[in-house]
């Protein structure tokens, strides 16, 4: 019996499932289903049984990090470690601190590749996520988009931006330097915020140690653009 490449693609425009759709199956995956926002989503993954989920952030009903968060906490009918590669856009780059804490499977920058899609896939099916207890998924607050695109940082976010720059209590320079990515290993520990390269708003807390994952996610990441190539270390 063939291994079973089934796919559910998640997004709201069309152009893009389609166009995703048809990468997956020059790639060799199908059967494809396709849904049009997270809440959509969750109602076909019965049926779909997907082995790995594309999903877009920026969605109406329930955006793509809901639609994570949903998955981790045991919401849909699917494995809570199935893999969630996130298609993501510049504009998008505040909320991949939240994908992270989601333990999203990827990232690829839109307009996505066939290549850089295949990568991702691949790599996502061959590193089994080791889920953390629902309630860890379930106390991560979403960041609010609204029609427009824009995003909204939730008081959580809010506060560890301050400490972050400083305007709140606990903010703590750490001896640090700054190392690139490609330099890094497994057990390092982040010195300072990673933030985005724009906004500057915070992806990856101060004491975070490097793992095998979280260093491919943030490499994904610096591809796209939406944080520095260069990660601050601890030197404690």
Known sequence: MATPKSVLVVDDQATIRALVSTMLVKLGYGPITQAKHGREALSKLRDAKPVVIISDINMPEMNGLEFLQAIRVGKG?????????????????????TALRLDASGFVVKP??????????????????????AEKYAAVTIPVVDTYGAVHMPDDLAKAWKEMS????????????????????PGMVVGDWVTTAETKAPVVAPGTVLTDQLLVRLADLVEAGAIPPMIPISQD
């Open 77 to 97: 009918a699917v494995d809570r470690a199935v893999p969630v590669v996130m298609l993501t856009a510049h504009s998008e780059a505040m909320v991949v601190g």
């Open 166 to 185: 400083g305007e709140a209590p606990g903010a703590v320079a750490k001896v640090k330097d700054k190392i690139a990515l490609a330099d890094l290993t």
């Open 112 to 133: 996505a590749s066939g290549k850089h899609l295949g990568e991702r896939i691949e790599r996502a099916l061959a590193e089994p996520l080791m889920v953390k207890p």
